[in-house]
């Protein structure tokens, strides 16, 4: 099974709101990433996951919870979101080494309303 | 830093060749090239590593040019399906794992 799987595929909603995004994968891999990608923009780097420890945060603003609940799971909880925020956010994983393919799932287009 | 793509879009004609660039301004140690159709997953098309030699399957090649920190994406008699955007992701030595994305090149293959 060489695949990366999202869910959702889209959600919709508002400030206030709490959601999740939910991404699996079961290679084997202790490596998993979260990217956000706006319309036309290239992917970037939000979080990088090393078996299952946090190990790199671009920065990213605390409404945006990571959390790794085990080698094959990568959750993205979202709260008191922004419009700007709305974008393709993807998830990815590779073995735990550095220079090697990451592959990516399809995706969840979020909206923030 | 992120780095530089050229061109930014592409039309080719089936069967015709095109050249992707990216250049980096800082020292490179590994250029990931990426295709994305619309509303799809990035797919992996190739790694080159720094003192590796060109890859390449099929009629899709690269290059890298380690003193100019540049990598070229070659795809010869194109096809309907190379369609997409294609993303050179570039990764330092110390940060592997990290990478950072071109603005992408969007190619279309016409009949």
């Known amino acids: 099974d060489t695949?990366?799987?999202q869910t959702p595929k889209h959600l919709v909603m508002g400030m206030t709101n709490k959601k999740s995004l939910k991404c699996e994968q079961h290679m084997g891999h202790r490596a998993m990433y979260w990217y956000k990608q706006k319309a036309k923009k290239p992917p970037e780097l939000m979080f990088v996951y090393s078996y299952e420890k946090l190990s790199i945060n671009e920065s990213v603003p605390s409404r945006f919870s990571p959390e790794c609940p085990n080698s094959s799971l990568l959750n993205l909880h979202l709260h008191a979101l922004q419009p700007e925020d709305s974008a393709l956010?993807?998830?990815?994983?590779?073995?735990?080494?550095?220079?090697?393919?990451?592959?990516?799932?399809?995706?969840?287009?979020?909206?923030?309303? | 830093q992120q780095p530089v793509q050229s061109p930014q879009a592409v039309?080719?004609?089936?069967?015709?060749?095109?050249v992707i660039n990216c250049s980096?301004?800082?020292?490179?140690?590994?250029?990931?090239?990426?295709?994305?159709?619309?509303?799809?997953?990035?797919i992996f098309l190739m790694i080159l590593l720094?003192?590796?030699?060109?890859?390449?399957?099929?009629?899709i090649s690269a290059s890298f040019n380690e003193k100019k920190q540049q990598s070229s994406l070659y795809l010869t008699a194109s096809q309907l399906s190379y369609s997409g955007t294609y993303f050179c992701g570039t990764g330092s030595n110390n940060a592997g794992n990290m990478l950072t994305f071109g603005g992408g090149t969007r190619l279309m293959v016409k009949p």
């Open chain 1, 3 to 5: 695949e990366v799987t």
């Open chain 2, 24 to 42: 980096s301004s800082k020292a490179l140690y590994s250029v990931h090239w990426y295709r994305q159709k619309h509303g799809e997953a990035p």
């Open chain 1, 89 to 113: 956010y993807l998830c990815a994983s590779s073995q735990d080494s550095p220079h090697v393919e990451q592959f990516f799932g399809p995706g969840t287009r979020l909206t923030v309303l």
């Open chain 2, 11 to 18: 039309i080719l004609r089936e069967g015709e060749d095109a």
């Open chain 2, 50 to 59: 720094k003192g590796g030699e060109q890859k390449g399957h099929d009629k």
